[in-house]
């Protein structure tokens, strides 16, 4: 299961990434309809790298490639 820390991490990861695909495609397409597209994309993304995250976090007990030694 997994843990309350890694449950924040993994929100905060995914929130961070989606909210900067979301500005940059805003920006981007800001004269289509297009823009328009831009927070749903932004959701899809949080979505899945908080999946991503949250299930490396879990298999691991720690995110992968980090073996606990700090180095």
Known sequence: ML????KRIAAVVGLLS???L???LWFV???S???LLA???GLFD???VYY??????EQKGTFAGDDGTGV
């Open 3 to 6: 843990g309350t820390k890694g």
């Open 29 to 31: 397409f800001q004269d």
């Open 52 to 57: 991503v995250f949250s299930k490396n976090f």
């Open 18 to 20: 989606g909210a900067i």
């Open 33 to 35: 309809q297009l823009r």
């Open 39 to 41: 927070p749903v994309a």
């Open 22 to 24: 979301a500005a940059a």
């Open 46 to 48: 949080a979505s899945v």
